[in-house]
T-cell receptor
């Protein structure tokens, strides 16, 4: 029940396309859902996050869609760029932002 | 720099060596974490310190020993490691009341 499932494992998108990564969870106590972006040789960095009181959050080209009834949330990257090539992790927590459960990651490659 | 600094960036050690990883945060956070990141595996939480007290162990082998002398510093002492312990070790910090993690860039550990 503590798992967060993430798909796909890897994703290849053409420049300008839309990248979509999906996550699903079981624990209904989760109340904070961040996405992290990790470049090679770096630690993960917080990209965007959402709480279940809203169904969508947008920051620039990045949008989180949240479906509370389905216990699913997804990251959409609009107008994907080669610089977006990285590994993306979804996460969830029920403890005021501590002790996250991370998804296994999605390696995104955006082709020029 | 993210505000969380890890040293060294790379470490090669023999199975009989003793070494320590260091993490320092300048963000005023009151919780710190050690994570292990192996290829094709989810991020594995190893240790959590909140207000300098360890709050979670997660059944980590005793060859890994954490130390948190104050809210800004976190160490991971290593001894008699195994080759399967080779991984990227990430330190993170957060405020106790949410806001997500800030990760360091990690220490790439290779056990030979």
């Amino acid at each position: 029940q503590q798992q967060v499932k993430q798909s796909p494992q890897s994703l290849i998108v053409q420049k300008g396309g839309i990248s979509i990564i999906n996550c699903a969870y079981e624990n209904t106590a989760f109340d904070y859902f961040p996405w992290y972006q990790q470049f090679p040789g770096k630690g993960p960095a917080l990209l965007i996050a959402i709480r279940p009181d809203v169904s969508e959050k947008k920051e620039g080209r990045f949008t989180i869609s949240f479906n509370k009834s389905a216990k699913q949330f997804s990251l959409h990257i609009m107008d994907s760029q080669p610089g977006d090539s990285a590994t993306y992790f979804c996460a969830a927590t029920d403890n005021y932002g501590q002790n996250f459960v991370f998804g296994p990651g999605t390696r995104l490659s955006v082709l020029p | 720099e993210t505000g969380v600094t890890q040293t060294p960036r790379h470490l090669v050690m023999g199975m009989t060596n003793k070494k320590s990883l260091k993490c320092e945060q300048h963000l005023g956070h009151n919780a710190m974490y050690w994570y292990k990141q192996s290829a094709k595996k989810p991020l594995e939480l190893m240790f959590v310190y909140s207000l300098e007290e360890r709050v979670e162990n997660n059944s980590v082998p005793s060859r890994f020993s954490p130390e948190c002398p104050n809210s800004s510093h976190l160490f991971l002492h290593l001894h008699t490691l195994q080759p399967e312990d080779s991984a990227l070790y990430l330190c993170a910090s957060s405020q106790e009341q949410g806001g997500g993690y800030t990760f360091g860039s990690g220490t790439r550990l290779t056990v030979v």
